[in-house]
């Protein structure tokens, strides 16, 4: 039971019991944590749907977004900062040691030694090398770096500095007022960093828990889709290139009682896992119920917020949709070999069945 796992030590993914040192491992190894994923990945998916309409400013009119779904096959990709939960795509860095570590780091590209770690010599070397050099575009050394991101990051950083040391406000220094908000910026880019970057769909792996269909199809008034990821499965090498990048990025949630702190700060290929898994898929273990499976894609890659998802095979609609509303449903799916199906409440249990319509 979900309710008797220790979630300090334990995480769930797809239903499964797994402890945290597992999860490390996973995190260590994209080889065998996208494996595991791979074939562990549902034949059939669900997502809910509130059958409601919305104001459409461009056009000039209600569109039930819902029906549109199901009309084109199309998903809407959310940004994270629109989720209910507060700390959905959120990750922990501390703030002291983010400092730190940027405040050596920059020291390091400049050439600054700082053999006791003090991030008050470090700052008072990097305040006397503005003081003393007006020209700072003439001024900077690269030869500490040894990439050409690290160049960039280097200029960036002082460009930075040199602005914020010209804002007209009243601080005792503002060299070091400027270091500081420029380290700031960096803290705030790595907090936000998944959820500026990617867009994400939520599913889930069942369609007859009661909550969701509370929560997510408007009171039981709306309706739940369920797409057949059978073919994409079995048949994964006959798949387009976008059709492989959407299978590829379908993950379940990571559902913990614990938020582990980021301490490699740079974001890039090496850390993604690490930091994909702590973040963009990790959640507060109250929300194991839903048993999501989310599907998380490159904002640069997707402007609209849309894409086309896998067939669709069946509709489910809830126990409190009006007939009239199950009649449009019916009318726009007509044709298409798609099951539909109807919501009953169970007389003895709490549990929903489902009819199929004829």
Not at 43 to 57: A, G, Q
Not at 160 to 175: G, M, T
Not at 194 to 214: G, P, Q, R, V, Y
Not at 293 to 322: D, S
């Amino acid at each position: 039971m979900v309710n008797n796992i220790d979630f300090m030590n334990y995480n769930l993914i797809n239903r499964k019991i797994i402890s945290n040192e597992e999860l490390e491992q996973l995190i260590n190894s994209k080889e065998k944590f996208y494996l595991k994923v791979f074939y562990e990945k549902p034949e059939t998916i669900f997502k809910f749907f509130p059958n409601t309409s919305s104001y459409n400013k461009e056009i000039k009119k209600d569109i039930n977004y819902s029906h549109l779904a199901l009309e084109t096959n199309e998903i809407y990709l959310n940004e994270p900062s629109n989720f209910n939960d507060p700390y959905d795509c959120g990750i922990y860095i501390d703030r002291e040691k983010h400092w730190s570590y940027f405040i050596n780091y920059y020291a390091k590209l400049m050439g600054i030694e700082n053999k006791d770690n003090s991030k008050e010599l470090l700052i008072k070397k990097l305040k006397n090398f503005f003081n003393e050099n007006s020209d700072i575009e003439t001024s900077i050394n690269f030869n500490y770096c040894h990439t050409e991101e690290e160049r960039l990051r280097l200029s960036i950083f002082i460009y930075k500095i040199r602005n914020y040391s010209f804002e007209k406000i009243s601080v005792p220094d503002k060299i070091c007022y400027a270091i500081l908000k420029a380290l700031n910026d960096d803290f705030l880019e790595k907090k936000n960093n998944l959820t500026d970057k990617f867009l994400i769909s939520c599913l889930t792996a069942e369609k007859d828990n009661i909550l969701m269909w509370s929560h997510y199809a408007n009171n039981h008034k709306g309706f739940c889709i369920e797409y057949d990821l059978s073919e994409a499965k079995y048949n994964y090498l006959k798949l387009n290139d976008e059709e492989k990048n959407i299978f590829n990025n379908l993950f379940p949630v990571v559902y913990s009682g614990t938020r582990k702190e980021i301490v490699n700060y740079n974001f890039n290929g090496d850390t993604f896992l690490f930091w994909y898994l702590l973040g963009l898929l990790r959640k507060y273990h109250v929300w194991s119920y839903e048993k999501e499976w989310r599907l998380t894609l490159l904002k640069q890659e997707y402007p609209n917020h849309i894409i086309k998802f896998f067939p669709i095979k069946a509709v489910y609609c809830g126990c409190k949709m009006p007939k009239e509303e199950i009649k449009k449903i019916k009318e726009i799916i007509r044709g298409k070999n798609i099951d539909l199906y109807i919501s009953k409440i169970e007389e003895d249990s709490y549990k929903l069945k489902f009819e199929l319509s004829k």
